[in-house]
């Protein structure tokens, strides 16, 4: 049977969604709200599980990873607290859905103000991947996609006024805390293989401020200062 869905219905469904999740007092900040009721998620999503875009749950991407479920990408994106004009650096970049909805916020939101987003994925054809989603979506503009280690950083653009890591670490990698700059944010869930916690880092003149937040799951981060494969 072939399941269709048309834009309306995408866009009805999506703003459901979000305000279900503000309801629940998961979403707070008007521009992380307005962000994700204006990027398409349907379009990061492999065709034939496009119908199910606006289930509010992890869907497989290929590669043996995943695209987050839409609550964990609201929660991260409000701990992480981007602004316009931020540069902000993505470690996973996955489907290319987190990146967009940064960008969308950082850059596209007010052009003036030159924010962009570099994201990083280890899998070359996932990368690929997310370069035809953000460019069918215009969000290529602000987004670049790096295929490499993202435990390493990446040190060309540093310092990040934001960073996000979007899979699980054994502990914060230290090229990363090097690369954030002084009063910057990282986000990133840290814990076990099966079980992290949010954990969110303020960089400081001479410290490093920390606050555990929400336990969550997620594939492993794996590379020299992550999971070793
Ligand atoms: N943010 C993504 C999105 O919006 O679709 C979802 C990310 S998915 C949960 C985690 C991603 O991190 C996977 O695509 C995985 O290949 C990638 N990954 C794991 N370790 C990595 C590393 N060291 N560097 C870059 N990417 C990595």
Redesign the pocket.
């Known amino acids: 049977m072939v399941c269709y869905l048309s834009k309306y219905n995408y866009i009805s469904e999506r703003e459901y969604v979000i305000d279900y999740l503000v309801r629940l007092g998961y979403l707070k900040n008007p521009l992380v709200i307005k962000a994700l009721k204006t990027v398409p998620r349907e379009e ?1 999503i492999p065709e034939h599980l496009r119908r199910y875009a606006y289930v509010d749950q ?1 869907l497989p ?1 290929g ?1 043996g ?4 479920a839409i609550h964990m ?1 609201a929660i991260m994106t409000e701990e992480l607290d981007p602004k316009p004009g931020n540069k902000v650096l ?10 967009a909805v940064l960008a969308e916020i950082v850059a596209k939101s007010d052009p003036e103000k030159k924010g962009f987003v570099y994201t ?4 070359s054809e ?1 990368a690929e991947f ?1 370069r035809r989603n953000l460019s069918r979506t215009g969000y290529d503009k602000y987004v670049k996609v790096i295929v ?4 390493l950083g990446y040190p060309d653009e540093a310092p990040y006024d934001r960073i996000i890591v ?2 699980g670490a054994p502990d914060v990698p230290k090229p990363l805390i090097e690369q954030l700059s002084i009063g910057g944010r990282m986000v990133i869930p840290v814990g076990d293989k099966f079980l992290q916690r949010l954990l969110v880092l303020d960089k400081k003149e001479s410290k490093i401020d920390k606050r555990w937040g929400i336990e969550c799951v ?6 020299e200062y ?1 999971w070793k494969e």
Request: net charge negative; proline share 5%; hydrophobic share 40%.
């Open positions: 990061f992890p991407i590669y990873q995943t695209i987050s990408v993505e470690i996973g970049t996955g489907s290319g859905y987190q990146a990083i994925e280890r899998i996932l997310a490499g280690d993202g435990t979007t899979a997620f594939v492993p981060l794996v590379g992550g």
